[in-house]
Nanobody, 124 residues
Framework: QVQLVESGGGLVQAGGSLRLSCAAS????????MGWFRQAPGKEREFVAA????????DYADSVKGRFTISRDNAKNTVYLQMNSLKPEDTAVYYC?????????????????WGQGTQVTVSS
């Protein structure tokens, strides 16, 4: 059974930074693409960023492009989301997800395993 555990969320002022981490266990981490999604209150879950199995290719939602950076350390079975220049509209629960493919997707339904989420709150 795959387990994904997010950490690093919290309360930050607008313009600040946070780094989320997602530790994976249960299968060969380096063989799978990883993604980050978020869900704000009253809104649907949305794609944030994704990274291929080897970290060479990444994809970002337009709303975070240039501010967020996804990366992975396959030796540590961990994927990261560095979030800079945070805005109040970035407030959401952030989830990491694992996909049984080498390549990224923006579709949540194409990911097989999900973490429990970590809350990010950006104050104005």
């Amino acid at each position: 059974q795959v387990q994904l555990v997010e950490s690093g969320g919290g309360l930050v002022q607008a313009g600040g930074s946070l780094r989320l981490s997602c530790a994976a266990s249960g299968r060969t981490f380096s063989s799978y693409a990883m993604g980050w999604f978020r869900q704000a209150p009253g809104k649907e879950r949305e794609f944030v960023a994704a990274i291929t199995w080897n970290g060479r290719n990444t994809d970002y939602a337009d709303s975070v492009k240039g501010r967020f950076t996804i990366s992975r350390d396959n030796a540590k079975n961990t994927v990261y989301l560095q979030m800079n220049s945070l805005k109040p509209e970035d407030t959401a629960v952030y989830y990491c997800a694992s996909r049984s493919s080498l390549y990224t997707s923006r579709v949540g339904g194409q990911y097989d395993y999900w973490g429990q989420g970590t809350q990010v709150t950006v104050s104005s």
